[in-house]
């Protein structure tokens, strides 16, 4: 009878330790998965970024390049006429008393 106990003891501890050890298992699987996971999701962010930095850069630039030119026109008389000019011209459409402006329609398809 002795040594039945001690089977049946040894056999309950083995359950116990492959039941640890299977959980310890599924622990690390887990654990992989979210760092995978983590790491995934990090590289789509910073790609994303990336793309949003270089746009930025690009109107940052552009905005420079105006405020260069403005800041000619600025600094003389003769040049913030032409400025103001430009600005009636382009933006608003305006002629001298002698012109004429005409305005081009693309042929309708």
């Not at 298992?25 to 760092?35: D, E, G």
């Not at 962010?45 to 405020?67: C, D, P, S, V, Y």
């Not at 000619?72 to 933006?91: C, N, P, Q, T, V």
Request: charge should be neutral; glycine fraction near 6%; proline fraction near 1%.
């Amino acid at each position: 009878m002795s040594l039945n106990y001690k089977s049946e003891k040894t056999i309950e501890g083995k359950k116990r330790h492959g039941l640890i050890r299977m959980l310890a298992f599924a622990a690390v699987v887990v654990s992989v998965i979210f760092v995978g996971y983590t790491i995934i999701t990090n590289n789509i962010e910073i790609r994303n970024n990336k793309k949003k930095l270089e746009e930025l850069t690009a109107q940052t630039n552009a905005m420079k390049a105006k405020n260069e030119q403005i800041t000619g026109y600025l600094e003389d008389d003769k040049s913030l006429e032409k400025y103001i000019e430009e600005i009636a011209r382009d933006k608003l459409d305006f002629a001298n008393g002698d012109e004429r402006i005409y305005y081009v329609i693309p042929a309708g398809n």
